[in-house]
């Protein structure tokens, strides 16, 4: 099967830093590529589908690239609601791998 | 707008077998676009796809679970369901039931189901 690595596995940054996640496939995924997040206690919520395009309602400080085996989820200006981890997932073909998640926090 | 909500009992005993139901309101379960899945989460952990079920009856299950699990869907009552057999202390955790589709990924979540195996 197809791995998903994310890193870092947390990070802490300011209020209106640039914050960057990686996210790599184990073999290329073409663009089948997805972010979500979840707030403490809360239920996941998709983000970013097909590596770059922004779910409907997700504010566009959220972003997304990459293509084959490297993708990256970008938050340009990190706000205090944007706590919450981060998860990639490929969906090119079953089982549709989760990576480990990454956590954000405010410093 | 479509919304998911997951139902089951929150307590099973070891080597049982956990059953829990989706139930899909404001949009129809038949859609030949989009699969119905399953997806768990053990307490303090990361996400585990676990499978789906689409076209009324094709199955795609998380190989590491495969000779546990059943999905199925009744469209007549617009549910779809999850049973896990011979269950196990690691399996307790928040269970999330799913829409997706092969584009947009999955976009659309019930609301969670905890289950304690104990």
């Known amino acids: 099967d197809i791995q998903m690595t994310q890193s870092p596995s947390s990070l802490s940054a300011s209020v209106g830093d640039r914050v960057t996640i990686t996210c790599r496939a184990s073999?290329?995924?073409?663009?089948?590529l997805a972010w979500y997040q979840q707030k403490p206690g809360k239920v996941p919520k998709l983000l970013i589908y097909?590596?770059?395009t922004l779910q409907s309602g997700v504010p566009s400080r959220f972003s997304g690239s990459g293509s084959g085996t490297d993708f990256t989820l970008t938050i340009s200006s990190l706000q205090p609601e944007d706590v919450a981890t981060y998860y990639c997932?490929?969906?090119?073909?079953?089982?549709?791998?989760f990576g480990q998640g990454t956590k954000v926090e405010i410093k | 707008q479509l919304q998911l909500q997951e139902s089951g009992p929150g307590l099973e005993k070891p080597s049982e077998t956990l059953s829990l139901t989706c139930s899909v309101s404001?949009?129809?379960?038949?859609?030949?676009?989009?699969?119905w899945g399953w997806i768990r989460q053990p307490p303090g952990k990361g996400l585990e796809w676990i499978g789906f079920?689409?076209?009324?009856?094709?199955?795609y299950y998380n190989p590491s679970l495969r000779s546990r699990v059943t999905i199925s869907v009744d469209m007549s009552k617009s549910q779809f369901s999850l049973k896990l057999s011979s269950v196990t202390a690691a399996d307790t955790a928040e269970y999330y039931c799913?829409?997706?589709?092969?584009?947009?990924?999955?976009?659309?979540w019930g609301q969670g189901t905890t289950v304690i195996v104990s």
């Open positions: 997932q490929r969906y090119n073909s079953a089982p549709w791998t």
């Open positions: 404001g949009g129809s379960i038949s859609s030949s676009s989009y699969y």
């Open positions: 073999q290329g995924i073409s663009n089948y």
């Open positions: 097909a590596a770059s």
């Open positions: 079920i689409y076209n009324s009856g094709t199955t």
């Open positions: 799913a829409r997706a589709h092969r584009y947009y990924a999955m976009d659309v």
